[in-house]
């Protein structure tokens, strides 16, 4: 007699960026049937949607959706307005944090797991080497799964929605290793806050020198296409 | 000495329908500059964001602004996708629930509200005359303002979120007659989920039953206008 065991699926935020990349690989060894979603909010440059694309599909993405939310019309962000990005890190919130973004983000994943019957939406979020945004800590991330638990049928139902931020603890070295032991083409995955049309970094914005000094700290070599 | 007492801002969220339209006079009453903010989350017919902005208008919104976001593209519901609107009630969610809209609304506004550095958001969700939906909820309400301190520059900066939910526990009967104190014009608002291009409702659907029970309730007359 043959079983068939059926096989999860999940909701997978892809950024086009190194940490979400190491996030589907995770969540694939894992076991689960991954539904790659990209939220194009109007961040300055289609380069790292390219290159979500290119990574959902590389790391065995079932599938890859991209929603369009015009966060453009609210602005208040250097990723959403005519604010120029820092090339120094600083004190305090930077003007990179794009307002409620990782709610809305996951709020739209959620929304998606809903449609598709998934109980595991995953994020690559993390707390430790990154810019000070608030919506990357792990309250946060508690409190959307706890709220993810109230807002859906899964919720009402008994099933349960579980929020998983497999890097969240991790420092930037960590993160490379785990990508290369998951075979991540970190080459791909475009960070830079301004990286030009064909997903070359600068080099100087907050996300290279956290995404380098990663690189360094594992003591690889840094694949990062720069301009 | 004169002293100018600062207006507070608000965002509120308006759909073009009855509760909105009476939750932003509520908060215009109270004292809100508001911010009307409406979601076309591709939604079967346009006359309710039309609605929106004829109400925003007439209760005195400082701003009306509609942000896109592409919910077709996920699908699972009769309001976004090519499922027939049911023309009757029956136990448990219906198939109107758009999956993580009121998360994804609220998200939105959350995001405006940081932009423009206000501290509250308003929303007209009912939990007592209303379809039965997960993030209509009491419970829900008090988890995303809970989400909204952890999420956003106000809740590290200490100055704080509240979310607004004044009609959550208001029966259809009471939101009328708040409305009409107010002096909410209910035939410019759309309820129906069916509503023709003129914004003229079918009479037959839940929203079109919950709507005029209320007017029926109130004895007053119902302005409503059907096709």
């Keep these: 007699m043959t079983t068939t065991i059926p096989t999860p699926s999940a909701v997978v935020l892809v950024s086009g960026g190194m940490d979400s990349a190491v996030t589907l690989a995770l969540a694939r060894e894992r076991g689960y049937a991954c539904h790659a979603l990209s939220v194009d909010y109007g961040q300055r440059h289609g380069a790292e949607l390219d290159a979500a694309a290119r990574t959902a599909a590389a790391l065995g993405a079932l599938v890859h959706k991209t929603v369009a939310v015009d966060l453009r019309s609210i ?26 973004r990782n709610t809305i983000m996951l709020a739209i994943a959620l929304g998606w797991a809903e449609v598709l019957g998934a109980h595991d939406v995953f994020c690559g979020v993390n707390a430790v080497d990154y810019s000070g945004y608030p919506d990357c800590r792990p309250a946060f991330i508690a409190a959307f799964e706890r709220l993810a638990n109230l807002a859906t049928r899964a919720g009402v139902e008994g099933s349960g929605i579980r929020v998983h931020a497999p890097l969240i603890a991790l420092g930037k070295a960590d993160i490379v290793r785990e990508g290369l032991r998951l075979g991540v083409d970190f080459a791909a995955t475009v960070s830079c806050y301004q990286a030009d049309a064909q997903g070359r970094a600068c080099g100087r914005c907050d996300a290279c020198r956290l995404r380098a000094e990663g690189f360094r700290a594992a003591a690889v070599g840094d694949p990062t296409r720069y301009a």
């Design 75 to 100: 602005g208040g962000s250097a990723l959403t307005a005519d604010i120029a990005v820092p090339e120094a890190g600083g004190p305090g919130i930077p003007v990179t944090y794009v307002p409620a």
